[in-house]
């Protein structure tokens, strides 16, 4: 599982265009083979989801009751609120 941080506002305009480079590179070259995870937040998070090919395991890990409202991608829940969110996703990932 391969997890992207980000700041929900990007500090360099050229950081949107990074972040949707990597996604396309990652969806190319990682395909099915790996999960891609998100916090579901906006800014890179957003941007990086929205730029993913076709046929990537994309996921969306938000506290229960929210929705990522994301295009593209599957919302998962865990915890009741942010901390606990965080928590889980510190022990999800073998990439951040």
Do not use: N
């Not at 070259?29 to 999960?35: F, L, Q, T």
């Not at 937040?41 to 929210?66: E, N, T, W, Y």
Request: aromatic share 6%; hydrophobic share 40%.
């Amino acid at each position: 599982r391969i997890c992207v941080l980000g700041g929900t506002a990007f500090q360099d305009p050229s950081s949107e265009e990074l972040a949707a480079l990597l996604a396309q590179a990652l969806s190319v070259r990682i395909g099915d083979r790996a999960s891609l995870v998100t916090g579901g937040m906006a800014g890179v998070q957003k941007a990086f989801a929205r730029s993913c090919g076709d046929g990537v395991r994309l996921f969306h890990l938000l506290p229960i009751g929210q929705q990522s409202g994301f295009d593209r991608g599957r919302d998962l829940h865990a915890g009741q609120d942010l901390e606990q969110r965080k928590q889980v996703f510190g022990q999800l990932g073998d990439i951040y």
